[in-house]
């Protein structure tokens, strides 16, 4: 056997070896990168909307906080609107915030807070107290409560664990 022999036997073995992948396992391999990223877009999808949440819950505290200063600072009442029908906030003297179209809003205030069927506030005194109550803010099974304490006056986020 010649070397000009064997070099055609080894090239042949090479092309025999070098071969590519089939129509079928090109296909299972897009479908796995397909459900996966279908997977990777959900799981970024529910992030965005677990920080939508959270920044709601952390504006709106803020903005009770807002409205305590304020009340301190005047040495007068101030009162914190929430309008639970147009999903709606408002801070004295601040344009309404609205919240986002998919969250739900509960206010639990005192009976005399209510100023209609879905329009209640939260009324800070001079001396940082309030007429206390809460803030519920829930969305895609994820739920944010405001707690507003009677005697401080202050502000506090839960959220509640799935």
């Not at 022999?5 to 079928?24: D, E, I, N, P, Y």
Request: avoid cysteine; hydrophobic fraction near 40%; charged fraction near 25%.
């Amino acid at each position: 056997m010649g070397v000009g022999s064997r070099l055609r036997h080894s090239k042949a073995k090479v092309r025999a070896g070098a071969r590519g992948f089939t129509l079928v396992e090109m296909l299972v391999v897009l479908v796995i990168m397909a459900l996966v990223l279908a997977l990777v877009g959900t799981s970024i999808s529910r992030s965005i909307k677990g920080a939508e949440m959270r920044n709601a819950a952390r504006n709106l505290a803020t903005s009770l906080r807002y409205t305590r200063t304020r009340a301190i600072l005047n040495k007068s009442e101030q009162v914190f609107l929430v309008d639970t029908e147009n999903m709606t906030y408002t801070a004295p003297n601040k344009e309404p915030v609205v919240l986002p179209g998919d969250m739900k809003v509960q206010l639990t205030t005192a009976r005399s807070e209510l100023t209609s069927e879905h329009v209640g506030g939260i009324r800070f005194y001079p001396d940082g107290g309030s007429t206390g109550g809460r803030v519920l803010l829930e969305a895609n099974e994820r739920i944010y409560t405001i707690n507003v304490a009677w005697l401080t006056g202050e502000p506090t986020i839960e959220k509640e664990d799935d």
